[in-house]
Structures are given as C-alpha cells and as structure tokens.
C-alpha cells in the first residue's frame, strides 16, 4: 500500500514525524524511533516507540532502522547501553540475534564485536 505521506515530508526538527507517526504509526514509528536514537539522543523517546511498535506489530517483525542498518531490537539495545543498562542491551542483543529470521547485516559484524566485549567486561565485574 502506497503511503499517504511522502518520506520527504518527514523532518525532525518540527513536528511531522509525529503527524506521521498519528496518521500511520505502522509506517513511521519504527522510523521516528530510529531518527531520535541516531540524530537526537532521545533513547528514552526512542525505546518508549520501539516497545509501541512490538505492541501494534502483535509479535510479528517490527523492521529495521530508518536507514536499514540495524533490527529496531538492535537499535533498542543501543539506546539501552546508551543509558548505563549494559545488561538489559546484552539480552535485547541476544534475543534478537538467536531469532532465526534475524539477516545479521554488516553492521551487526561490528556490533558483535562490541557486544562479546561487553560481556566479557560485564562477566568480570
């Protein structure tokens, strides 16, 4: 189905992403919550709308990232380690990893590395 909005409507320093969000919060809350992780270091904001994605996605898949980089649970463990809860990001990590239909995209190569040092690092603690 073609959108109603076009992508490049979408800014965040003003308030269409959440008009977007209101008209088709299936198309663009996955986005708005990758745009506030990666441009605005609204981690709370940004994993508030990632758990209101699994929520309206009824545990089907919830995607990828505004740019298609990273799972949306991905990106959720990145706002989590952001905020000091390495333990909560460490077990977003591994559930979305051990998911059989997870693509591990070439920026999770990079993400798992992070990831084995984070718990080695947490393990000695």
Known sequence: MESRISRQ??????KNIDRAVELEPMEYLGIRASLK???V??????INDIEACNKLF?????????????HLNMVKGLCL???????EAIDI????????????G????????YFTIMTVNTKKQ
């Open 9 to 14: 409507v979408i800014s965040l320093n003003g």
């Open 58 to 70: 009824k545990g089907n898949d919830i995607g990828y990232s505004n740019d298609g980089t990273y």
């Open 41 to 46: 270091a609204d981690y709370e904001g940004a």
């Open 106 to 113: 070439k920026y999770d190569y990079l993400l798992l590395e």
């Open 37 to 39: 992780c990666k441009f």
């Open 81 to 87: 380690k952001a905020l000091g809860r390495i333990n």
């Open 93 to 104: 990590w591994e559930y979305q990893l051990a998911k059989d239909d997870h693509f591990l």
